[in-house]
């Protein structure tokens, strides 16, 4: 984990919304995010 926080990978992920169930969905723009958190944390459906 140190190595992480210290040398991250090279990625476009900005966000990240926990599903709940340990799992974890990223995204690379807001928009995307605000979808994610609707379904994930609100139960909004698709």
């Known amino acids: ?3 992480a926080a210290f ?3 090279k990625t476009d992920y900005l966000y ?5 169930d340990g ?3 990223f995204s690379t723009s807001l928009k995307q995010q605000n979808y ?3 379904i ?4 909004k459906k698709q």
């Open 23 to 25: 799992r974890h969905v």
């Open 40 to 43: 994930y944390q609100k139960g």
């Open 16 to 20: 990240f919304v926990s599903k709940n």
């Open 1 to 3: 984990s140190l190595k």
């Open 36 to 38: 994610w958190v609707d």
């Open 7 to 9: 040398d991250p990978a």
